[in-house]
């Protein structure tokens, strides 16, 4: 009886040595891969800033009507000003690029009529009257409510080509936007509510 049980176990040792190495392996590639996000965004962040201090963004009343194309000083603070103004989990996403569990945010599922500003400095970035229900489980916009209040880059980050969207004044990181989305635009942007802030028609 024992002779028998011998081969049993002893192939339940080999097979827990195989799941705790694929583990360990697993666990080296994720940190490497971390540690290869976090030294890209020091690179970028240590780069010296020639941008200029001065923006172009359009201006819309509590209405939600447009109003005047107007320059006002780009928003520069410290990690330290984000943080203590929005708080661990919306600095991440709106400051570090984190991106919300689907299904998760504030907004997803609103259907209130009003205007989405920049949770940071309060810029005009989406319209309700361009939200659709995307069923990803985040806030998706057929367009921006105004092209000049946003801006978009390449985002090659964890093994993906996106394209990454921000608030044109601040910076903030909003989500990503596709070309998978509805009529007229075509277009999804898949935005994180913790970049958002929604105040209703009035």
């Given at each position: 009886m ?18 705790f ?12 891969a ?15 800033d020639n941008?200029?201090?001065?923006v172009?963004?359009v ?26 103004q929005?708080?661990r ?21 609103l259907e209130?009529k ?6 940071c ?19 998706s ?9 946003i801006?978009t880059r390449?985002?090659?980050?964890f ?9 044109r004044?601040?910076?903030a990181?909003?989500?990503?936007v596709?070309?998978?989305g ?21």
């Amino acid at each position: 009886m024992f002779d028998g049980e011998l081969p049993r176990e002893a192939g339940m040792g080999s097979a827990t040595r195989r799941v705790f190495l694929f583990g360990a392996v697993a666990a080296i590639v994720g940190a490497v891969a971390w540690r290869h996000e976090e030294s890209q965004r020091a690179a970028v962040k240590a780069a010296p800033d020639n941008r200029p201090a001065l923006v172009s963004i359009v201006e819309f009343s509590n209405a939600g009507a447009r109003e005047v194309l107007t320059q006002v000083p780009r928003i520069v603070k410290t990690d330290e000003q984000w943080r203590a103004q929005l708080g661990r989990s919306v600095y991440e996403i709106a400051r570090k690029g984190d991106t919300e569990f689907a299904f998760s945010g504030e907004y997803w599922d609103l259907e209130e009529k009003g205007l989405f500003r920049c949770v940071c400095c309060q810029t005009a970035l989406f319209s309700s009257a361009a939200k659709f229900n995307s069923g990803t489980g985040w806030p998706s916009f057929f367009e921006p409510i105004a092209t000049e209040n946003i801006a978009t880059r390449e985002d090659r980050s964890f093994g993906m080509t996106r394209v990454e969207v921000s608030c044109r004044r601040c910076d903030a990181h909003l989500g990503h936007v596709f070309d998978d989305g509805p009529p007229p635009t075509g277009r999804r942007y898949c935005i994180n509510s913790a970049s958002l802030k929604f105040f209703k028609f009035s």
